[in-house]
């Protein structure tokens, strides 16, 4: 029986085409559009193959296959499918999957554009919805439509709060019928912390922006699962055209490469700035899983037993002048949108996110204006929590002085 490779094994060498191209040890940055044949005979083979076929970028390129395979490999998937960002990812997924007078159950404690790609965009042209809480599994059982339902959309964990959903549970609840697809956003979490499709999902969508990339320059999303449904969805790529561009491919395939040891010092910074956090006096709560005072804190244990991520949010004592007096007093940790890079950055979800949502709405969704969420990067981690500790203190400075 041949040994299963380790994330980083795999990361470093699952990609790279045999023969290797230029006799690289990378995979290079092919900047081509089209591909010329030889012969009628071989483009007559190419296009008639729907996968893989790399005859014009918008099907397929060869630098973006390579960290595509990467990707599938890392996730546990059979492929994969790359896309310009995040939200053209989840797009796709989408169109595929759905048509007029379908359904879609959407858990919530997500993403917003997510919420609102779902409430909004997709309603206007007929597809219908359910909300329905991450932790309520009696409520996702009568959502689903036998007939209609052709999705379950979640986020895992979720954002801003890091809840870690029973994963388990509501795969269980899906497996029944055959024609819904459980789509899971593990853009906060990541293959070198959990594998979804091992627990139960059978579609995971990525913001490759984030952990996957990790550095903060460039726009990906990323599609894994089984090998037919890809096909479908790298479809609906080539039809809509929001295809990832090469040099971009490179930048992820390379952020890939160190995905394991990264997400290590995230876990281990996070974890020490959250114990910080959560003895503070001018903290009224954090909101990480790995803490025991999280709700979710036995299930991250158990399903996230290489950590839980960077990221984490925290309540201060006081409301928004209080929260902008933190903001423009740290040093190290940046405002600024975004996650998962080398970094550290923060932003207050009432001021970006859920800016045009009344502070009433905001409220019930526990978006209070004392909330801010913090990525946690890999500076070293004595240094973050002494900019985070004089940025509280600088809290209770009287304005002006």
């Known amino acids: 029986?041949?040994?299963?490779?380790?994330?980083?094994?795999?990361?470093?060498?699952?990609?790279?085409?045999?023969?290797?191209?230029?006799?690289?040890?990378?995979?290079?940055?092919?900047?081509?559009?089209?591909?010329?044949?030889?012969t009628f005979a071989q483009a007559q083979a190419v296009v008639e193959r729907s996968d893989d076929r790399e005859d014009y970028a918008r099907y397929a390129h060869?630098?973006?296959?390579?960290?595509?395979?990467?990707?599938?490999?890392?996730?546990?998937?059979?492929?994969?499918?790359?896309?310009?960002?995040?939200?053209?990812?989840?797009?796709?997924?989408?169109?595929?999957?759905?048509?007029?007078?379908?359904?879609?159950?959407?858990?919530?404690?997500?993403?917003?554009?997510?919420?609102?790609l779902v409430t909004d965009t997709f309603a206007?042209?007929?597809?219908?919805?359910?909300?329905?809480?991450?932790?309520?599994?009696?409520?996702?059982?009568?959502?689903?439509?036998?007939?209609?339902?052709?999705?379950?959309?979640?986020?895992?964990?979720?954002?801003?709060?890091?809840?870690?959903?029973?994963?388990?549970?509501?795969?269980?609840i899906c497996k029944p019928y055959r024609q819904l697809r459980l789509v899971v956003d593990a853009t906060l979490s990541g293959p070198a912390t959990a594998r979804p499709l091992e627990l139960g999902a059978d579609i995971v969508v990525h913001s490759a922006t984030k952990y996957l990339s990790g550095h903060n320059d460039m726009l990906a999303g990323a599609v894994v699962g089984r090998a037919g449904w890809?096909?479908?969805?790298?479809?609906?790529?080539?039809?809509?055209?929001?295809?990832?561009?090469?040099?971009?491919?490179?930048?992820?395939?390379?952020?890939?490469?160190?995905?394991?040891?990264?997400?290590?010092l995230h876990h281990s910074n996070a974890l020490a700035v959250a114990q910080f956090l959560d003895t503070h006096p001018l903290v009224e709560r954090v909101w990480y899983p790995l803490l025991p005072s999280h709700p979710d804190h036995a299930r991250a244990v158990e399903l996230m037993p290489a950590g839980a991520g960077g990221l984490m949010s925290f309540e201060v004592r006081g409301g928004l002048p209080e929260v902008r007096r933190f903001c423009d007093a740290t040093r190290l940790v940046q405002l600024a949108a975004s996650l998962g890079g080398v970094e550290s950055l923060m932003h207050p979800p009432a001021l970006f996110s859920y800016w045009d949502m009344a502070a009433e709405a905001r409220s019930a969704r526990g978006i209070g204006d004392n909330l801010i969420r913090i990525s946690v990067g890999l500076e070293d981690v004595q240094d973050l929590i002494a900019d985070l500790d004089q940025a509280l203190a600088a809290m209770l400075a009287e304005p002006g002085a």
């Open 1 to 38: 029986m041949t040994r299963k490779s380790g994330t980083s094994t795999t990361a470093i060498h699952g990609g790279l085409p045999e023969p290797r191209p230029m006799n690289s040890v990378n995979t290079p940055v092919v900047f081509a559009s089209t591909f010329p044949f030889q």
């Open 62 to 116: 060869p630098t973006v296959r390579a960290a595509e395979k990467v990707l599938a490999a890392l996730d546990g998937g059979q492929d994969a499918v790359l896309f310009a960002s995040g939200m053209a990812a989840l797009t796709a997924v989408m169109m595929t999957f759905l048509q007029a007078d379908r359904h879609v159950v959407l858990l919530t404690q997500c993403y917003r554009p997510t919420e609102q």
């Open 124 to 172: 206007r042209f007929g597809v219908r919805h359910t909300l329905v809480a991450a932790d309520d599994t009696d409520a996702l059982q009568a959502a689903i439509e036998p007939d209609a339902t052709r999705l379950v959309l979640m986020e895992w964990p979720t954002n801003p709060h890091i809840r870690v959903a029973d994963l388990k549970a509501i795969a269980a």
């Open 230 to 264: 890809m096909e479908l969805v790298r479809d609906t790529r080539s039809r809509t055209g929001a295809t990832l561009d090469p040099h971009s491919a490179f930048l992820l395939a390379r952020g890939l490469k160190t995905l394991a040891p990264r997400m290590a």
